[in-house]
């Protein structure tokens, strides 16, 4: 009998490759719940899940089922031995309840390289040069902010400071460079591959210190909620930009909206915020600033990219029993 995977999601762009992946080596059954109590019914003696070894996992259904946090998880049955979860960031799962239950996660970095890094490449060049205030003041026909070219810069020869050099910042790091940008960076440890341009910095204030704009890049967890606090933002320059394109609550929200209060902080681009979808009301007072609503990998290349990796990481389960993409917590499983 064929292993059974649980397509937990909505595949919106790769039908067929799910069916040239998984279909000659798995049962595949697609999710078909009410809820979440239905959805763990399902894999009870009987259900239209029992005995799945792996299960696909997307976003879209947390408002039918929630996040898989330890409730969700603890009710899986013992055979479910892989969440391929189809996105990079994997805040939503409760990697600890999954490592007790012998339960290993999967992600899907490189797959939104491009399309996160682009996305925290526009609200860098919007937060230099005020382009979302004036697209807003051309839409009421008023042509453009008096004083603009005051609070507008180039981007070339100001310093992008990056935290967490790994997929995403690097490729920001590659297209900031060009035009060109100095780029430092700070991560848990030097990146050996990268390459020489981009100066490592041990002391992260140190680094923030010289940086006329700090964009995130780093995963959420409980070690880094409010990572990017008060102390962290008041080591920037007066005047500094903070772009995040990782998880809203990465940064002490408050103290960030403090900074831009007095002045400390000229703008900031936001494409994640800590509540989505609530946006703090207090943002939208601040006409110079950017904020986008999670459009980090809302294309289609990327989305079926993202998709397929997901699929792929299931296959290679299925085929070697381990997978490529094993979230870093898991490493050792």
């Given at each position: 009998?064929?292993?059974?995977?649980?397509?937990?999601?909505?595949?919106t762009?790769?039908?067929?490759?799910?069916?040239?992946?998984?279909?000659?080596?798995?049962?595949?059954?697609?999710?078909?719940?009410?809820?979440?109590?239905?959805?763990?019914?399902?894999?009870?003696p009987?259900?239209?899940y029992?005995?799945?070894v792996a299960?696909?996992?997307?976003?879209?259904?947390?408002?039918?089922?929630?996040?898989?946090d330890?409730?969700?998880?603890?009710?899986?049955?013992?055979?479910?031995?892989?969440?391929?979860?189809?996105?990079?960031?994997?805040?939503?799962?409760?990697?600890?309840?999954?490592?007790?239950?012998?339960?290993?996660?999967?992600?899907?970095?490189?797959?939104?390289?491009?399309?996160?890094a682009?996305t925290?490449?526009?609200?860098?060049?919007?937060?230099?040069r005020?382009?979302?205030?004036?697209?807003?003041f051309?839409?009421?026909?008023?042509?453009?902010?008096d004083g603009?070219?005051k609070?507008?810069?180039?981007?070339?020869?100001?310093?992008?400071?990056i935290?967490?050099?790994?997929?995403?910042g690097?490729?920001?790091?590659?297209?900031?460079h060009?035009?060109?940008?100095?780029?430092i960076?700070?991560?848990?440890?030097?990146?050996?591959?990268?390459?020489?341009?981009?100066?490592y910095f041990?002391?992260?204030e140190?680094?923030?210190?010289?940086?006329?704009?700090?964009?995130?890049?780093?995963?959420?967890n409980?070690n880094?909620?409010?990572?990017?606090?008060?102390?962290?933002?008041r080591?920037?320059?007066?005047?500094?930009?903070i772009?995040?394109?990782?998880?809203?609550?990465?940064?002490?929200?408050?103290?960030?909206?403090?900074?831009?209060?007095?002045?400390?902080?000229?703008?900031?681009?936001?494409?994640?915020?800590?509540?989505e979808?609530e946006?703090?009301?207090?943002?939208?007072e601040?006409?110079?600033?950017?904020?986008?609503p999670?459009?980090?990998t809302?294309?289609?290349?990327?989305?079926?990219?993202?998709e397929?990796?997901?699929?792929?990481?299931?296959?290679?389960?299925?085929?070697?029993?381990?997978?490529?993409?094993?979230?870093?917590?898991?490493?050792?499983?």
């Open positions: 009998m064929a292993p059974k995977v649980v397509i937990c999601g909505i595949l762009w790769a039908h067929e490759d799910v069916k040239e992946l998984l279909g000659p080596i798995a049962e595949v059954v697609h999710f078909d719940s009410v809820d979440r109590a239905d959805f763990l019914k399902g894999f009870q009987g259900g239209k029992e005995g799945a299960i696909f996992r997307d976003n879209n259904l947390t408002d039918k089922i929630g996040i898989f330890q409730e969700l998880v603890h009710g899986f049955p013992s055979s479910v031995k892989w969440i391929a979860h189809n996105g990079a960031g994997y805040d939503q799962i409760d990697v600890q309840a999954c490592k007790a239950q012998g339960i290993v996660v999967s992600n899907t970095p490189g797959a939104v390289d491009d399309a996160s682009t925290a490449l526009y609200l860098l060049i919007s937060t230099f005020n382009y979302a205030i004036s697209e807003r051309l839409r009421e026909l008023k042509w453009k902010p603009l070219a609070r507008s810069h180039d981007l070339t020869g100001h310093t992008l400071a935290l967490g050099l790994g997929g995403i690097m490729r920001l790091a590659e297209l900031a060009a035009f060109p940008m100095r780029i960076y700070y991560s848990r440890h030097k990146v050996t591959d990268a390459p020489e341009w981009c100066e041990e002391n992260v140190e680094m923030l210190a010289q940086a006329d704009v700090l964009s995130v890049h780093v995963p959420l409980p880094t909620v409010g990572l990017v606090g008060e102390k962290w933002i080591a920037l320059k007066k005047g500094a930009i772009i995040n394109t990782a998880r809203g609550k990465v940064i002490d929200e408050d103290a960030m909206i403090r900074a831009l209060e007095d002045g400390h902080l000229a703008s900031v681009g936001l494409d994640v915020f800590p509540n979808p946006v703090n009301p207090k943002l939208l601040f006409p110079h600033v950017t904020l986008l999670h459009m980090g809302e294309t289609q290349d990327t989305q079926h990219k993202m397929v990796r997901a699929l792929k990481n299931i296959q290679d389960f299925l085929k070697t029993g381990s997978g490529k993409d094993i979230i870093p917590e898991m490493t050792d499983m």
